[in-house]
């Protein structure tokens, strides 16, 4: 199957930081990348979906300016955890769509856990 | 989005057989069926996708009956590490189709 990659796997920051998250596509291009988070004893809920080169589009509730989406390229998708504050603790997982052969099917990365302090 | 139901939580012991049922009556005709397994503190892992009759790999197979209104995802001689959440989902391929979990069902095997 094809890997996605997350860095960092775990960050502990201070209330009021920002936090960048990287998600890596490694041996396909993901045109389209989406954003979950997973609150303890939780599904997975989507936070957004973004293809390279355009804006996020973002789900109902979720705010596109503390949670900064960029696509910029066919294998990397940032999430920019602006401000955080400790609500925004979570575990935040990506997934990519786009390999030639895979069907169209979403490959998870390993996910980053957040703890905002 | 067609909406899945699955059992919350399967108990088994190694070496058994584990079938968990879900059920999709709202399938639509495009749709395929995908199930995740994710452990704790990490992401889904894609298990096994089909659209009809039985499909099978090397970790699981499904089974979809000819009316698609439910899949049943077998999981042969399972051991404790099998001991994930596993996840049921509906949906048409499509690079930006919106995946939609549920609770999942929680299997727990003991030795």
Redesign the interface.
Known sequence: ?AV?S?HPSRVICKSGTSVKIECRSLDFQA??M?W?RQFPKQ????MA?S?EGSKATYEQGVEKDKFLINHASLTLSTLTVTSAHPEDSS?Y???G??GAGL?????????T?LLVL | LAKTTQPISMDSYEGQEVNITCSHNNIATNDYITWYQQFPSQGPRFIIQGYKTKVTNEVASLFIPADRKSSTLSLPRVSLSDTAVYYCLVGPLSNDYKLSFGAGTTVTVRA
């Open positions: 199957g996605v997350q045109t389209t989406f979950y599904s997975l809920m989507l979906t293809n575990f997982i990506c997934s769509t786009g069907q169209e099917t979403q490959y998870f990365g390993p996910g856990r």
